[in-house]
């Protein structure tokens, strides 16, 4: 597609719905490449990146069937050192990246037979990742239980702190031109089949050449939306911080007696433990069993957690879609553009949504990158529609 143009007394080129990582992200990209930009959000920063650990772990995520996935999550890593300089220079901001790697832990035969099922997979496909004896992991990281039996390490992930990155892209957007309209987004404005804005909460129309719908798990919930064209549903994850010492130098993640959990250390000197994934809809209450189960977990893979503080648990929801995919590009409707649905992956994947649907807003050109992500995968052959007739 490509965006219409329009008068200034119209309204933006583009509006984005939803100010979180990946709706900044896109609209920040978007504006640098000369499109006005409106961002709508109530409150932009308080969703699923408030409460993510900010892993960027293609690697040690990589599942079989994901194939195109990872392929997508390399390239989005490829490109987070200089993302994150650029948005540095841009927002003022200090973000941080951490590239210390992340160390896969077992703790029984079966997790450790698990672990090496899982770097036969990395070998299969060429990816860096070696095997560690139980010496080796505590040597690498010496707060671990003399209690684990060996490990993976992948040297090549990193991750980041969401929520500087999040300060930081809303400053460097700012700095681009983007309005940000603080604002609830009651419905999408359909106007002779196509998408020409949004409705907001205070029955305001904000008109746009083009609309892009991030606003996560409640992307196919919006009025206005054609039913089944946005099929992502929430997934509950809860989340801990804590707070003393600093125990680990990089990402832990381990299975203990078969149930996953990580650490992650932040640049503020919190320690992110996580998380729970529940299929129980928009479910926001934090329970004592996730806590209970959490810390339990952690402390068993790193003994001195025990003595941290806690000082906060979260529940959010990651937008999931039927294959846990992201859904990027156009829409089956005309001016609507999508960047949702990336489940556990949006920090990670903000990079590369940005890029590949500014391209889209920009050109109207299709990247091949982001072909095996079409929103309109789920639709019969015979029901999807030209791109080129957007």
């Known amino acids: 597609m490509t965006v219409p143009a329009r008068a200034a007394s119209d309204g933006a080129d583009v509006v984005v719905t939803g100010g979180g990582l990946v709706g900044?992200?896109?609209a920040w990209r978007t504006a640098q490449r000369g499109l006005r930009v409106s961002v709508v959000d109530e409150a932009p920063g308080t969703g699923a990146s408030y409460a993510a650990a900010g892993m960027l772990a293609p690697v040690a995520e990589a599942a079989y069937g994901e194939?195109?996935?990872?392929?997508?999550?390399?390239?989005?890593?490829?490109?987070y050192p200089a993302f994150v300089a650029e948005v540095e220079r841009a927002g003022g901001l200090p973000v941080g990246l951490r590239t210390a790697g992340t160390l896969l832990v077992g703790f029984d035969e079966d997790d450790l037979r698990a672990l090496l099922a899982l770097h036969d997979f990395h070998r299969e496909l060429g990816l860096s990742a070696v095997r560690l004896t139980a010496g080796a992991c505590r040597r690498r990281e010496p707060a671990?239980?003399?209690?684990?039996?060996?490990?993976?390490?992948?040297?090549?992930?990193?991750?980041?702190?969401?929520?500087?990155?999040?300060?930081?892209?809303?400053?460097?957007?700012?700095?681009?031109?983007?309005?940000?309209?603080?604002?609830?987004?009651?419905?999408?404005?359909?106007?002779?089949?196509r998408a020409v804005g949004v409705r907001l909460g205070d029955g305001r129309l904000l008109r746009a050449g083009a609309v892009v719908l991030a606003l996560g798990p409640w992307s196919g919930r919006l009025p206005g939306v054609p039913a089944g064209a946005v099929p992502v549903r929430p997934v509950?994850?809860?989340?801990?911080?804590?707070?003393?010492?600093?125990?680990?130098?990089?990402?832990?993640r381990g299975l203990v007696r078969g149930r996953g959990a990580y650490l992650?250390?932040?640049?503020?000197?919190?320690?992110?433990?996580?998380?729970?994934?529940?299929?129980?809809?928009?479910?926001?209450?934090?329970?004592?069993?996730?806590?209970?189960?959490?810390?339990?977990?952690?402390?068993?893979?790193?003994?001195?957690?025990?003595?941290?503080?806690?000082?906060?648990?979260?529940?959010?929801?990651r937008p999931g879609t039927p294959d846990?995919?992201?859904?990027?590009g156009a829409s089956a409707l005309p001016g609507l553009v999508l960047a949702t649905g990336h489940h556990r992956n949006g920090v990670l994947l903000a990079p590369v949504t940005a890029d590949l649907v500014a391209e889209v807003l920009a050109t109207g050109s299709f990247p091949a990158a982001a072909a095996p992500f079409s929103p309109q995968r789920f639709q019969a052959v015979d029901e999807q529609p030209e791109v080129a007739a957007l």
Request: hydrophobic share 50%.
């Open 24 to 26: 900044l992200a896109v």
């Open 67 to 79: 194939e195109a996935l990872l392929a997508l999550a390399r390239l989005s890593l490829e490109r």
């Open 144 to 193: 671990l239980t003399p209690r684990v039996r060996g490990g993976v390490l992948v040297d090549g992930d990193y991750s980041v702190d969401p929520r500087a990155l999040h300060a930081a892209l809303l400053a460097a957007a700012d700095g681009a031109g983007v309005e940000l309209v603080r604002a609830p987004v009651a419905a999408l404005a359909v106007e002779d089949g």
């Open 236 to 252: 509950k994850g809860q989340v801990l911080r804590l707070r003393g010492e600093q125990l680990l130098s990089g990402t832990v």
């Open 264 to 317: 992650v250390p932040q640049s503020d000197g919190r320690l992110v433990v996580g998380a729970t994934s529940e299929e129980l809809g928009f479910d926001g209450r934090v329970t004592a069993g996730a806590v209970h189960d959490l810390l339990h977990d952690a402390a068993e893979m790193v003994p001195g957690v025990s003595e941290l503080e806690l000082v906060e648990t979260l529940a959010r929801w």
């Open 324 to 328: 846990n995919a992201p859904l990027l």
